[in-house]
């Protein structure tokens, strides 16, 4: 009997521990997991989605907050760029919708990547069409994913999109606005100058000055013999808002030409603005600069404001 006795109390005692121990570990786990599993969630969701564009598939992620104010498609730069998930990703937390894909011929995108990193002459006006027309299809596609089809929708790119951008603005009546870093609004021919003339020289603003720039970007012979896109063009036919971010330092477009160049569409009534900042260089989206991401933002959420004001009065 006290055998029998000891034997129960002891199942009994293991039982209660073995409770308590399971319960100790699920209060754990669950301390542990939101920062593991949850903390994308919270903001945003991500769906993995396919889209045809001339007659090639393109795959990207959408990124969709609980509830998103605007909602934008970001377009590469030169280089063989996969979907842009962190920059993404700082986009969604702030309530815009993003749609990032794998640039053509690039991850799980088909297609040819015609760019300087495979030896090519990526700025012809045929690549930068084509690739609009990706940019174009993409917005097409991402407007069908989004819940409130009245979101505002509008183009954000880097550098190489700074062509791309309002050539695809210009032929789809569905973007709305535009964000462009680092972006030229010369021709690809004067940009090409230029970039030759600094040579990748990080202390080139150090030894040169804005009329050594023009003058170079104005007369010097070109090494490339094609067609020059100017996106004057696109951009004269425009009247969405848009906003470009400068590094002064820039050695891969002159930004103060560029700015020239958005100086007289503002007088003409464009709704077009800029910013400048004097310590940076070509790269102004990275994690360690905080202040051209975080502008860019607000004025996307005023502009979507706006839109959407204009919107219910119509």
Request: one cysteine or more.
């Amino acid at each position: 009997m006290l055998r029998g006795s000891f034997q129960n109390k002891f199942l009994h005692y293991i039982k209660m521990n073995t409770n308590f121990v399971s319960n100790v570990l699920l209060w754990l786990s669950l301390i542990a997991l939101p920062e593991i599993v949850f903390s994308q969630s919270t903001d945003f969701t991500i769906q993995d989605v396919k889209f045809e564009s001339q007659g090639i598939t393109l795959a990207g992620s959408i990124l969709t907050p609980k509830k998103a104010v605007a909602a934008v498609v970001i377009v590469h730069g030169s280089d063989p760029v996969k979907r842009e998930m962190e920059f993404a990703k700082r986009l969604a937390k702030e309530g815009i919708a993003v749609f990032t894909y794998d640039k053509r011929g690039v991850g799980e995108s088909g297609g040819v990547y015609v760019g300087p990193s495979v030896g090519t002459n990526n700025i012809d006006t045929t690549n930068l069409n084509l690739l609009s027309e990706d940019a174009s299809a993409a917005v097409n596609t991402f407007r069908t994913y989004l819940k409130d089809k009245k979101t505002p929708i509008g183009l954000v790119g880097f550098s190489q999109a700074g062509w791309i951008i309002p050539i695809a603005a210009s032929k789809n009546p569905q973007i709305e606005f535009m964000v462009l870093f680092s972006c030229p609004t010369i021709t690809t021919l004067e940009q090409l100058r230029f970039q030759f003339y600094t040579n990748g020289n990080n202390n080139f603003w150090e030894n040169h000055t804005e009329s050594d720039v023009l003058e170079h970007v104005k007369n010097d012979p070109d090494r490339y013999q094609f067609i020059a896109t100017d996106p004057k063009e696109s951009l004269s036919a425009l009247s969405i808002p848009g906003l470009w971010l400068f590094g002064e330092k820039d050695i891969q477009i002159p930004v103060k030409l560029c700015i020239e160049q958005l100086n007289t569409f503002k007088v003409q009534g464009k709704p077009f603005e800029y910013t400048l900042f004097s310590t940076l260089g070509h790269n102004t989206t990275s994690e360690s600069i905080t202040e051209p991401v975080a502008i860019s933002i607000q004025w996307i959420k005023q502009k979507a404001l706006k839109i959407n004001k204009l919107k219910v009065s119509k």
